[in-house]
């Protein structure tokens, strides 16, 4: 199981790590669920669908986390219910799934960070259990003022990526928080 979390600057870097990851997944003859914003989720429709429609799975992710919602909360057992089920679904066809999701960088920019972070935690959960590769996105500039959530974010990945050409400032905070938590991780083997 791999949980990773992506800061990026732009959409253009987005878009290639994205691409990227999804591209990883399928020569890897997994499947691939994409819970996204619409410009990215059409996107990504226009290109993976007519290759590859049996292990190509798209979800609106502002449409699915409403689903997820009760009472303007996170419900664990909606999450279950709905992405869950989906996963363990698609894991059996394939064995193992790539998954790209949005949902938890929509909650931290509604200011919903305890929301966020349960998220997140579920995803964890739901990976200790079927067999998937995680890729979260966060736009860097969320955490410019926060510091301490950015640590937060950190805490509940496995793995940590910013985008290549990080501009001068409080993005190098955030290489230094890469090579603590990849000096931690090996440490820890």
């Known amino acids: 199981m791999s949980h990773a979390v992506h800061f990026y600057e732009d959409d253009?870097?987005?878009?290639a790590r994205i691409m990227a990851y999804i591209d990883s997944?399928?020569?890897?003859?997994?499947?691939v669920i994409v819970i996204a914003r619409a410009p990215y989720l059409e996107m990504l429709k226009e290109r993976w669908l007519p290759l590859h429609a049996d292990r190509f799975v798209?979800?609106?992710a502002a449409e699915t986390l409403s689903k997820l919602m009760r009472n303007g909360r996170l419900d664990r057992d909606r999450f279950m219910q709905i992405i869950g089920r989906l996963v363990t679904g698609v894991a059996a066809r394939t064995r193992h799934v790539y998954i790209f999701g949005e949902m938890v960088a929509?909650?931290?920019?509604?200011?919903?960070?305890?929301?966020?972070l349960e998220l997140e935690e579920l995803w964890n959960e739901l990976a200790s259990r079927v067999p998937l590769?995680?890729?979260?996105?966060?736009?860097a500039a969320a955490f410019q003022e926060n510091q301490v959530g950015h640590r937060q974010i950190r805490d509940v990945h496995s793995e940590l990526s910013?985008?290549?050409k990080p501009a001068p400032g409080p993005i190098e905070?955030?290489?230094r928080g890469v090579e603590e938590l990849a000096a931690w991780r090996k440490?820890?083997?």
Do not use: F, N
């Open 58 to 60: 798209s979800l609106d």
């Open 162 to 164: 910013v985008q290549r």
């Open 106 to 116: 929509i909650l931290w920019a509604d200011e919903k960070y305890d929301a966020a």
């Open 25 to 31: 997944g399928m020569s890897a003859g997994s499947s």
């Open 173 to 175: 905070e955030w290489k």
């Open 12 to 15: 253009v870097d987005l878009t």
């Open 187 to 189: 440490h820890e083997r």
């Open 133 to 139: 590769t995680l890729l979260c996105a966060y736009p």
